[in-house]
């Protein structure tokens, strides 16, 4: 079995990686680069497609599918459940269909992709049903770590990987998204802390709290709502966040006819919900549905609103920002980017509070070490870093593979 990473060996973002067996191979996750310009066509890995298999996506997140569009028509391998959340997102996205059928990824449950033997470890990520996967053929044994941490409310799921690991590992290929973090040995904040964090936020906000979280951060939905429910706030969604926590299909993430949550829609998406005829799915989700003027107005108080651009013309006008405050919960990078500079004047305008609540959806460097000693491979290759220089500082047996480089596992 012999490998290469087509994108990642130094990046974050664009993750792709060919496995090549008895002549035949597999990708394993097929990203979009996370600088991707929206129009441009990207650069597409160099694949035989005669002999690609198939494409395994370990977890849903755009750096990890997004070239999926541009892909030959092979069965594509995910979890059921990220399947299920990107085709209930992709109504909502700018024009990309894409094939996304094939096999499920089940927890540990081995499946055979050509020559290739797969078995998938369900992993704690900011991303939902996210998947390491142990890759054999040729008897070798390859192991992928995905995206992962240990922090969040699903790290049980990397506690048993560590105390249960695999074993003969020949290769590891390891993600390093916070090894650039490496010189600060402080413990990430959990998911649980920020739910208290969120409470302290809540309490000590007179108006309305927008919380700015990507819907698809299933846990952070959880930490939202929760602090909600403890501080007797009620959860606005809008359809979009309604129909990816319904897609979860786990009866534990709060939906939209939960107690303390409302549905909300802003102009933009009634159009959109107008134009599409999505009735039905407005129906389903409008068992709690609150109108700006009439509720958010009246007790701007006793709301939390799940936040994003489109919110902007809405809140306006409907003259809700009277002591609001705008809590930014996702990765602190985006600010640089112009949609948020632009929430950034719209917020400064309204003179609203900001705050930033946020923890990471990867590993720390110590929770990384900890990862490696327990699967204590042959060799280690950085991936999914931008300082792949500084894993022999905290890992033993490191290989570097620059993109594009063969090797034999
Ligand atoms: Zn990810």
Redesign the pocket.
């Known amino acids: 079995m012999r490998t290469r990473i087509h994108r990642g060996a130094a990046e974050i973002g664009g993750s792709c990686v060919e496995v090549e067996a008895s002549g035949q191979r597999i990708l394993i996750d097929a990203g979009l680069p996370l600088n991707h310009p929206a129009d441009a066509s990207p650069i597409l890995p160099d694949v035989a497609s005669d002999s690609l298999c198939g494409i395994v996506i370990s977890?849903p997140?755009l750096?990890?599918y997004g070239l999926l569009p541009w892909m030959p028509s092979v069965p594509v391998v995910m979890g059921a459940t990220a399947r299920r959340i990107l085709l209930a997102a992709a109504p909502f996205m700018r024009k990309m269909s894409m094939n996304l059928s094939g096999p499920d990824l089940i927890d540990r449950k081995p499946i055979q992709i050509g020559p290739f033997c797969i078995t998938p470890f369900l992993v704690d990520?900011?991303?939902y049903d996210?998947y390491a996967l142990l890759i054999e053929a040729d008897g070798k044994r390859l192991f992928y770590s995905g995206?992962f941490r240990a922090h969040g409310r699903k790290h049980g799921l990397v506690d048993k990987l560590i105390a249960h690991p695999p074993s003969d590992i020949d290769t590891l290929l390891l993600e390093g998204t916070t090894m650039s973090r490496a010189g600060q040995r402080t413990e990430p904040v959990s998911e649980h802390d920020l739910e208290e964090e969120f409470i302290s936020r809540f309490l000590a906000t007179k108006g309305l709290v927008l919380a700015h979280a990507s819907a698809q951060n299933i846990d952070r939905m959880v930490s939202i709502y929760r602090a909600c429910q403890r501080t007797g706030r009620t959860l606005v969604i809008d359809l979009y966040t309604a129909i990816i926590l319904e897609a979860t299909g786990n009866p534990r993430i709060p939906q939209s006819h939960w107690d303390r949550v409302a549905l909300c829609v802003p102009k933009a998406q009634r159009i959109q919900i107008k134009r599409n005829g999505w009735f039905d799915e407005l129906d389903r989700h409008s068992r709690h549905r609150i109108f700006p003027g009439r509720h958010l107005a009246k007790a701007p108080g006793n709301y939390v609103l799940l936040f994003r651009g489109l919110w902007m013309r809405d809140l306006e006008q409907a003259e809700v920002l009277a002591g609001a405050c705008l809590i930014h919960s996702q990765w602190e990078g985006y600010l640089r980017e112009p949609r948020f500079k632009e929430i950034e004047a719209w917020r400064e305008r309204h003179g609203l509070h900001f705050c930033q609540i946020h923890t990471s959806?990867h590993a720390s460097p110590e929770d990384l070490r900890r990862f490696a000693a327990a699967l204590s491979p042959e060799t280690l290759v950085p991936i999914h870093t931008i300082a792949p220089e500084s894993f022999t500082s905290i890992f033993p047996r490191v290989v570097r593979h620059a993109d594009g480089e063969w090797w034999e596992v």
């Open positions: 977890h997140h750096d990890h990520h900011s991303a996210a995206d959806g």
